[in-house]
């Protein structure tokens, strides 16, 4: 029997279609993996390559090579040279100047390698310098979020090959996100607690969606996921924002990421995908109901027409099975 | 230079990326259409394979043919034997049995027509069909909203060739199109009108956005458009719901529809597509500050992370331009 399900924190529901019910294993992509060579002669973010892409604002070396360079995006969609002016055409169209910052953050000197395939050493230098340069925007006055991400694929719509992620940092608050903390906050006003430090207990407590848990983090098949294997990285300590954790903090999660993404790609074949980071406004840092996590979404389905017109989701794989599917235990990692 | 915009009705920013700015002839689909038989033996939509479909709900006849035939999906995401009751576990997790109605619409025995290549009567027996079944499930005590759609192509979603749309009946109002109603609500206490009638009129005026206009409809790309050649299909009357308007009104938008999708089809090749029905919830049917509209989506460009982590597009056409390119003059029709 198909089911509404409701995710409590963004309050978005999701029909999971039992009728069409696929199990875990039908998800596993039928694509050979392309096997990539380490080096490629004409990708603009192999070593050698360095002037094909804008000068880097930040880079981590090891024995005078780099490890990890950030450049500004060579087609920006935000640009930090433009002043921040707002104009409405007929006292209607509403437009704001594009002012912001999308840089690209080249992970890795190795052009086949990709986060399933990296050591956690490799990893945990990528979130340290997501770390650094979302620190280094809270400061900046005209910037109020910070968007972190990662397109792993042709389905999840890039088709550079080189491992990379992505940054974008923006003046505005998406009316999205406002929803998104309009909703956290009615449930604080409720229950006086956060929905998700509660997701986060209730989970654990019955363990049917739980992929992996640590002292300090807890992976899950979300109850109302959007579509088949979604998955969310979630640290139990309360905190709105991923600007406030430590270095340390960082080096945590990158590892429990590398794990989940490593067992995706295991068990599914190496799927596309793409994970962002959500956290709250920079002037929401310090809420007691907000909490930042890592979604990620394996692009395993297309949503169509109904999706487009209802916000709702349909889902053909359940989560309680695509967790059990994935279950990493704690010896593992 | 790349700006923010905002859509005034869905208040959704965009981002129009200027950089990475693409002409309207860059979007023209590579892959030649595929030349498809009149008839498929092996399609379950086929004259003859009536038996492969559930038995039909409603049907349209001319000379002892079918010309429309609607029946339940084989893969209902919603199904109408259950009872409807909310369940709450944990006192967390929300569901809802998946009670409704999803049906497939087949629009045409010819198995290699799509509306773009039909005759305006043909479509208009389509729309009337949509129409009749949606007034059909506005006196269910226990339904709220229905979602009509229409999937064309694999990149929409869909891999069934044979001309068909979809409708699902649903007992809930998703919490997307509650965010719709309230930001509409908002207009119209700050202005006293209805932002679409508002949209309407500046847009006709501007005219810089048109791409067809008659006395009683506007096609424009939306000054927010979300990706290249999003394309809006608007009443000039005001009404909240598609369930309200006549037999003859459906015809006149139906043949608007099939106009703008021979438009795309011819201009752009063939691409593949989504759209749907926005229609107010049947509550709020008689509400001044909703409108209903058509949104075609062509699937030209992949969303990817930073869409999914903040809700803003980021699109890479300008939409004045797209208009120009896609301008319907009214001798056409």
Redesign the interface.
């Known amino acids: 029997?198909?089911?509404?399900?409701?995710n409590?924190a963004?309050?978005?529901?999701v029909?999971?279609?039992?009728?069409?019910a696929r199990r875990p294993h039908d998800f596993i992509t039928a694509e050979e993996t392309k096997q990539l060579p380490e080096f490629d002669p004409k990708c603009p973010f192999c070593p050698g390559n360095e002037h094909m892409t804008p000068p880097e604002v930040l880079k981590v070396d090891k024995d005078g090579n780099w490890l990890i360079r950030v450049v500004p995006n060579k087609?920006?969609?935000?640009?930090p040279d433009?002043e921040l002016k707002r104009e409405t055409?007929?006292q209607?169209?509403?437009?704001?100047?594009?002012y912001g910052f999308h840089y690209v953050i080249i992970e890795s000197p190795k052009h086949n390698l990709t986060i399933a395939t990296m050591q956690p050493e490799e990893v945990c230098e990528i979130f340290k310098t997501y770390l650094k340069l979302y620190k280094s925007f809270m400061s900046e006055q005209n910037l109020n979020?910070v968007?972190?991400?990662?397109?792993n694929g042709?389905?999840?719509?890039?088709s550079l090959e080189h491992p990379h992620s992505?940054l974008?940092a923006?003046p505005?608050v998406?009316?999205?996100?406002r929803?998104l903390l309009e909703?956290a906050t009615r449930y604080y006003d409720d229950h006086g607690s956060c929905v998700f430090c509660?997701?986060i207990k209730?989970e654990s407590?019955?363990g049917e969606r739980v992929v992996y848990e640590d002292e300090d983090f807890i992976v899950i098949e979300p109850?109302a996921s959007v579509s088949p294997f979604e998955t969310w990285v979630m640290p139990k300590k309360h905190d709105a924002c991923f600007g406030n954790i430590t270095e340390s903090e960082a080096c945590k999660i990158a590892k429990v990421v590398r794990l989940v993404l490593s067992q995706l790609y295991e068990k599914l074949n190496n799927p596309d995908y793409?994970?962002?980071?959500?956290s709250s406004p920079f002037k929401d840092a310090g809420e007691e109901f907000y909490h930042w996590y890592i979604?990620i979404?394996p692009r395993l389905?297309?949503?169509?027409?109904?999706e487009?017109?209802?916000?709702?989701y349909?889902t053909t794989a359940l989560p309680e099975e695509t967790a059990k599917f994935l279950k990493i235990n704690k010896g593992e990692n």
């Open positions: 029997m198909p089911e509404f399900r409701q409590r963004t309050k978005n529901w029909i999971v279609a039992t009728e069409r087609y920006s969609a935000l640009v433009v055409k007929f209607f169209f509403r437009k704001i100047t594009g979020t968007i972190i991400f990662r397109n042709k389905r999840a719509g890039t992505q974008i923006s505005i998406p009316t999205h996100i929803h909703e509660d997701m209730i407590y019955s109850f793409n994970y962002v980071i959500h979604q979404l389905t297309i949503p169509a027409g109904f487009l017109g209802s916000g709702v349909i």
